[in-house]
């Protein structure tokens, strides 16, 4: 059930429907939707199916979201998984007394009876307040107290992190005024973590599907091996069949060697070799040639029965179990559990299991025939994206493991003593341990280690900071998908835009450079699957015609189709098309989940069907005979309200395809382009962009790495954060004064409100050259935009500090200020106020201090002596170039009772010399002059730029979407309309053109301009109109840096490194080599060691031995000793060296 | 030098022609004074005792600056620099303003409004709410009331509990220190357009010749097109992409004419800034003249 979102000011969300979560109709922005013009559409407004079924997108959105799959993965792990993993760890025994039990029955999160629910902190709270926006987990338990067997419901376990706006999470379904209650922002998707005040998100992970059959190939070696990694809760194992010298073996990592296929299959009860032929080669002869040889190696060894085989096995099983088994016990494990390990097998009946490693060599058998038959690792329709709900419930399964073997641990502990005096219960003994899970959890959020004893999986950086640059860069961070894949490795083929990408990746949003390809992000509609349940899929096959595995005699396996579930042959099928489309219907009028897929492999003679989670799908409009199944009157509803996303797949208008189905599918683009065979309508083909590509006005007129290189730098782009930017305080807050929505939009745009979230300006710019200061992309600025507030912006920076106290009582003070004699605070301490701390509202310089905080000097001292109370000063002392002013200045205690100091300070700077721009075509530039108003070319109305961009920005480029921002732009603004540069639409040039024509303008956009210089006309026209500005976050003012002397490092003494320590400028290598090709010897000495770490010696010319005030230590005597400058680094290697016992000696002689 | 002020609009906008002038730097040199260089008053120092708004210090500081006042700059003596901070403004340079307004529910308020406006009082700030504080004989010198040129400038919004105290200085400028001593929205000419009909253009070609144009520009006597004013052209060059008008038509400027806009900020009279730009640059030229080097 899809909970209430706050995303329903798009278009034409649905009003209240049935069902038990109604949408509230106190949903503020949603009231919009009822005025009579809403974004220029009316509600009476004729529909056009054709163009606007695209309204089906902010329907989806509504519904889904652009952060859904996060939410519903967290759903799914704290309501359904959770249970799963209680009742897979169900009973904690005792290994002492063998009547003791301890039972879980129930698992909750959140509240503590399913009655009330909990109050937690609201998370703004948890923010400021440095602690973790987590909800505590109730366990109900049944146990054994002596003879009595008690039930315990609501027992707390641990806390559970919450993501935001999950429906555990207090903002679920709030309304906007209750947002702004809790100092949340409404437009903030949430799908993130807080953990110790910082916002964590667990990014997306790609993988390669499991349990499923790969076949790959390696040309050089002659190799094909079909490999499935298997997964269940308790292990991960994969196995391979493979091919050597043309026989074919089975491989897994817990058989010391290859074993023959012959004899595994042998081993699973398949004994007859005519029916290992058939249920391998079927009755094609080529086939059954090149499987042949396998039975000869099969003989060799001499086994010809089950117990043969299995011997043969359990002798290469490497063992780590205590209790020592039999060699063939050995045997039966391995194939019952090790081997496929996903397939579990019942009163020892490998048939199942044998099936599958016959059908695992069957498409060995068939890749070695034909090449065409490997599978592609890098199609999409093989891989999997793990969320946070999966990536949480691994972890929570491990630490509710070690939770209860601790337990149980304890629990022997104590039933181990005899004649205990009270009756033993095991509660008491079960809360010691309740903060493993809580310490856990966040400990793997806030590091980003996810270390799993069960899988001996160490997975580091899987969390990232939730990074607030700009509303644009947390929201792309959203939507990010990371490969599991090794940034080192030199292959392409991961890398690489792959069709089947087509709708669910975005085709622009990657990384330049090392992460390029590896790192993706989500198109627009994409949702990602969560687990579905395989056992009534598996009975509704049967109904439906399927023939079940477990009757069909080998001889006949390949006649038919064979009917796969989640890789596994569950039947065969004699009529796949029509069982397909039978499934289908089911699926379409609701009978079985819609995110289930089904479609016809017809190489492998297979109909798979898959209910996993992780699969990547979008939904398509469906086609029956030739025609849209969405009407006019169905959309007229959805504008109304009458209808929701939700319901048309309900009507089956709509239905998910997973890239697998979609390959079995012809999809229309548009409705013109509908044939006979299309099966499927593109809801709106501009969706195969992200929400961050989406912000490019006419993006398909761009040269693609532009949009790739916007995608990266919108990110970067300074503006409004969210609603509630100024009540944050952050390590890191950039904010632009005066952000204006861009005067050309796209529908993306609208749909993830950057219209109300802006990041930039609409800058007038001439394109024409101007004073050589625009050289490289550098831009012109007008002084006077700047004084009217153009790209004028604003850094908060965050200072904490924590008043620590001590084990002898003492704490940290925060002192009063210092003043003068004549009252005057002093310099250092005019900021601050009779407290301490700052005052807001002052300004901050180098050199004063900001929080006047003291710590005791005998703080390692016992209580006993502790009556001095003498103090130290230690305070926070401003240094920066540029002052600041106090914005915020906050105290609380944090989890521990820890008190805790927030000051925030700003700065408020307008552009200068040097910072850096970009308009929304991955043009960047810096500002490389500043020019008086008076100086700049004006039109004929006494316009002037606001920019001047050099025109050698546009042939190498070839942004031409560039261009036509500019004119819609002017168009829009002569118009007073908002024009959309929306992809594969948006508004028409032609149509732009007419209105500057109408206007009085020229059609191409190009005006007649004079020099502010001279006042004459200039001799071209220039292109001259509004284009989107982003202010990015790289300015002058963070990177200047000089210094002439400064501090050293204490090692070497030499100066030391980077802006942030004050360090030098480095005369490198290649700088050095081009002194010494020069000659200057002695301004290379200068540099590398007088201007660096001289240092005096006294060297001894006669033993070459360092000695100090003119007296060598070794010879006893001052005769030979001689003072002399050497680099302070080589005074040191020699000591180095000399304490190895290796004496450098140096022989002095004079060089003139 | 100027032949005819042609007309004023509202009390802003000024058409003047500047005609048959011999150099266009002249009328460059009254354009770029009109912007940078003639003098006006505004907000330079801004002293805030108190501001709990949600807009900040710096932020309001900089829209009170950017308010164009109604202070003749005549009135004003430009401040020295060089005195000590303590003595530097005096009733003779400086213009002090207040701001004191502090936001308050409104008890009669309609129940169920959700209008801001309504529901409190003093909710939004505007430049009419800076007063105007005369010191020493201020008060007889101004003759006209000192206040805001544009009383609806929103500075900021307040909600019940917040209140800004501030005072202003206001104080002399010129437009290349910063834009908001500038007088001028904008000042700029444009050459007079001209349209040279080469081949005479009749019938229908006239209907379209005529819509390739603004109105007014182009009438139709007889069915055939000539040019009726010129002057409201906008040189959209619209004409020059039909094959049919391919060289019967010449569109030009007149090299000399020039058709100032001057857009005052509301401190003074356009004509009145332009006279001042004159005569400023009557001041340079006479300063150039005297100068020894020139000798």
């Known amino acids: 059930m899809p909970p209430k979102r706050r995303n329903s000011e798009l278009k034409n969300g649905g009003s209240s429907r049935g069902g038990k979560h109604q949408h509230t109709a106190t949903d503020d922005s949603f009231n919009e939707l009822l005025q009579p013009v809403y974004k220029g559409k009316q509600l009476s407004d004729e529909i056009n199916t054709a163009e606007d079924k695209w309204n089906l997108l902010p329907a989806f959105l509504k519904v889904k979201g652009l952060v859904k799959q996060h939410l519903d993965s967290f759903n799914y792990f704290v309501d359904v998984d959770l249970k799963k993993i209680i009742k897979a760890n169900e009973k904690v025994l005792s290994d002492v007394d063998p009547d003791f039990y301890i039972k879980y029955l129930d698992i909750r999160v959140g509240e503590a009876s399913p009655a009330a629910r909990n109050n937690m902190l609201p998370p703004h709270e948890c923010r400021l307040r440095d602690m973790t926006y987590s909800a505590p987990i109730y366990v109900d338990v049944e146990y054994t107290r002596g003879r009595k067997i008690i039930m315990h419901k609501g027992l707390e376990i641990g806390k559970m992190p919450i993501m935001l706006r999950s429906n555990k999470c207090i903002l679920d379904g709030a309304s906007e005024a209750k947002m702004a209650s809790l100092n949340e922002c409404p437009l903030d998707p949430g799908g993130y973590f807080i953990v110790n005040g910082t916002e964590k998100v667990i990014l997306i992970q790609e993988q390669l599907s499991k349990n499923r059959i790969i076949v790959e190939a390696d040309e050089k070696k002659q190799i094909v091996q079909a490999s499935v990694t298997s997964s269940t809760h308790e292990r991960k194992s994969k196995t391979y069949v493979v091919t050597k010298n043309d026989k074919i073996y089975l491989k897994h990592n817990s058989i010391s060697e290859e074993v023959p296929i012959v004899i595994v299959l042998k081993a699973a009860g398949i004994i007859s070799d005519l029916e290992i032929m058939q249920l391998v080669c079927g009755d094609d002869a080529a086939y059954q040639d090149s499987f042949a040889i396998n039975f000869e190696e099969c003989a060799k060894v001499g086994i010809y029965t089950q117990q043969q085989a299995l011997e043969f096995i359990g002798a290469k099983v490497k063992t780590m179990r205590r209790a020592k088994l039999s060699i063939l016990q050995e045997g039966i494990e391995a194939i019952a559990t090790t081997v496929i390990a996903h397939l579990t097998v019942n009163d020892l009946d490998f048939r199942e299991k044998a099936l599958y490693i016959a059908l695992m060599t069957r498409r060995v058998v068939m890749a070695m025939h034909n090449p065409k038959m490997v599978d592609d690792r890098d199609y999409v329709g093989n891989k999997r994206l793990e969320l946070a709900g999966q990536l949480m419930s691994l972890l929570f399964e491990d630490l509710f493991k070690k939770f209860n073997t601790d337990f149980k641990a304890n629990i022997d502990k104590i039933l181990r003593k005899p004649n205990r005096a009270t009756e033993f219960d095991a509660l008491l003994n079960i809360n010691i341990h309740s903060n493993n899970i809580t310490t856990g959890l966040n400990r793997a959020i806030s590091t980003g280690n996810w270390s799993l004893k069960r899988f001996k999986m160490e997975r580091a950086g899987v969390t990232h900071v939730l990074s607030r640059l700009s509303y644009i860069s947390a929201l792309g961070m959203m939507t990010r998908i990371s490969s599991q894949f090794e940034k080192s490795r030199k292959v392409s083929g991961p890398r690489a835009l792959q069709p089947s990408q087509f709708g669910m990746l975005c085709t622009s949003d990657t990384p330049e450079g090392e992460a390029c390809g590896l790192v993706k992000n989500l198109a627009l509609m994409t949702h990602i699957t969560t687990d579905d349940e395989e056992e009534p899929i598996k009975k509704l096959c049967y109904l439906i015609g399927v023939e079940e595995i477990s009757v069909i005699d080998s001889a006949s396996l390949h006649d038919n189709f064979g009917v796969y579930l989640n890789g596994t042959i569950i039947g065969t099928t004699r009529f796949p098309t029509k069982f397909v489309s039978l499934f289908r219907n089911l699926r379409r009028t609701g009978k079985v989940s819609e995110f289930i897929s089904i479609y016809i492999n017809s190489h492998q003679k297979a109909v798979h069907i898959a209910t996993d989670g992780g699969r990547i799908c979008r939904p398509l409009i469906i086609i029956e005979n030739g025609e849209s199944k969405v009407k006019a009157h169905h959309l007229l509803k959805l504008k109304q309200g009458k209808l929701q996303f939700d319901d048309f797949l309900k009507q089956g208008l709509v239905e998910y395809l997973d890239v697998n189905e979609e390959n079995d599918c012809y999809i229309a683009l548009y409705e013109r382009d509908i044939t006979e065979k299309a099966t499927h309508l593109e809801i709106e083909p501009f969706t195969v962009l992200g929400a961050v590509a989406g912000l490019i006005p006419y993006p398909h007129h761009n040269q693609s790495p532009r949009n790739t290189y916007q995608c990266a730098m919108g990110k970067q782009a300074i503006g409004a954060i969210a609603y509630n930017q100024f009540h944050r305080i952050d390590t890191l807050l950039y904010l632009m004064v005066y952000p204006q929505q861009p005067m050309v939009k796209s529908k993306t745009i609208e749909l993830i409100d950057y219209d109300k979230l802006p990041a930039g300006q609409n800058a007038t710019v001439a394109v024409m050259s101007y004073s050589g200061y625009d050289i490289e992309d550098a831009l012109v600025l007008n002084k006077s935009s700047i004084d009217r507030g153009f790209g004028r912006c604003q850094v908060l920076r965050k200072n904490t500090t924590v008043l620590k106290r001590y084990p002898n009582h003492t704490k940290d003070i925060i002192a009063g200020m210092r003043v003068k004699d004549n009252g005057e605070p002093t310099f250092q301490h005019a900021s601050l106020g009779p407290d301490g701390l700052a005052e807001v509202g002052t300004r901050v310089e180098s050199g004063q201090v900001y929080i006047n905080k003291s710590i005791p000097t005998n703080a390692a001292d016992s209580i006993m002596n502790q009556d001095t109370g003498e103090y130290r000063e230690t305070p926070v002392v401003y240094k920066a170039p540029e002052p600041s002013y106090i914005d915020q200045v906050m105290m609380t205690t944090s989890d521990n009772d820890q008190e805790l100091i927030k000051v925030l300070l700003r700065q408020t700077r307008r552009p200068e010399l040097g910072d850096k721009f970009s308009s929304r075509h991955g043009q960047k530039g810096v500002c490389g002059i500043i020019v008086q108003q008076e100086d700049l070319p004006f039109n004929d109305d006494g316009i002037s730029p606001d920019i001047i961009m050099n025109p050698h920005g546009f042939p190498s480029r070839m942004t031409v979407g560039k261009m036509l921002e500019l004119v819609s732009g002017k168009a829009g603004v002569l118009n007073g309309s908002l024009e959309y540069g929306t992809c594969f639409g948006g508004s028409d040039l032609e149509d732009m053109s007419k209105i500057l024509m109408d206007k009085g303008f020229n059609y191409s956009g190009k005006d007649m301009l004079y020099s502010g210089i001279t006042g004459e006309c200039l001799q071209a026209y220039i292109f001259f109109g509004p284009i989107y500005y982003q202010k990015l976050k790289h300015m002058v003012l963070d990177k200047m840096h000089a210094r002439a002397r400064g501090p050293r490092a204490v090692l070497t003494r030499q100066p030391t490194e980077g802006r942030s320590r004050d360090g030098g400028l480095r005369l490198g290598e290649m700088e050095r080599d081009c002194v010494i090709a020069y000659g200057a010897s002695q301004l290379l000495l200068e540099r590398l060691m007088i201007s660096s770490d001289a240092f005096d010696v006294d060297i001894c010319n006669k033993c070459g031995l360092m000695g100090y005030n003119g007296w060598c230590t070794s010879c006893k005597n001052a005769e030979n000793v001689i003072r002399m400058q050497i680099p302070y680094a080589a005074k040191l290697l020699f000591q180095e060296l000399l304490s190895m016992n290796i004496a450098p000696r140096l022989k002095l002689g004079d060089v003139f | ?295």
């Open chain 2, 1 to 295: 030098m100027v032949d005819n002020i042609v007309h004023i609009e509202q009390d802003r906008v000024t058409n003047t022609v500047s005609n048959d002038y011999p150099d266009t730097s002249i009328s460059n040199a009254f354009r770029r004074i009109m912007i940078s260089e003639v003098p006006s008053v505004a907000a330079e120092q801004v002293y805030i005792f108190n501001n709990t708004s949600v807009i900040q210090d710096e932020v309001l500081a900089h829209r009170i600056g950017l308010i164009p006042l109604k202070i003749d700059p005549d009135l004003l003596n430009w401040v020295d620099n060089s005195v000590d901070e303590s003595d530097k403004f005096t009733d003779a340079n400086t213009v002090v303003m207040t701001l004191d307004v502090s936001c308050t529910k409104n008890p009669n308020a309609p129940k169920n409004s959700t209008d801001p406006k309504e529901l409190y009082r003093n909710s939004s700030i505007y430049a009419r709410d800076l007063k105007f504080e005369p010191q020493g004989n201020q008060l007889e010198n101004f003759k006209n009331p000192i206040e805001p040129a544009d009383p609806d400038i929103l500075l900021a919004k307040l909600r019940p509990g917040q209140e800004i105290s501030l005072r202003i200085h206001c104080v002399l400028g010129i437009g290349s220190d910063h834009a908001k001593f500038s007088p001028v929205s904008t000042a700029s000419y444009r050459l007079l357009p001209t349209i040279d009909i080469i081949e005479p253009i009749r019938g229908d070609d006239a209907k379209k010749f005529q819509k390739c144009f603004p109105t007014g520009v182009i009438g139709i006597n007889n069915g055939e097109a000539f040019v009726k004013d010129s002057r409201r052209d906008t040189v959209s060059r619209e004409v020059l992409r039909h094959e049919e008008f391919n060289g019967k038509v010449k569109l030009g400027r007149k090299r000399n004419h020039f058709i100032f806009n001057v857009e005052s900020t509301g401190a003074m009279s356009p004509e009145e800034i332009f006279f001042k730009s004159v005569r400023i640059l009557k001041n340079k030229a006479e300063y150039l003249r005297n100068c020894p080097i020139g000798r």
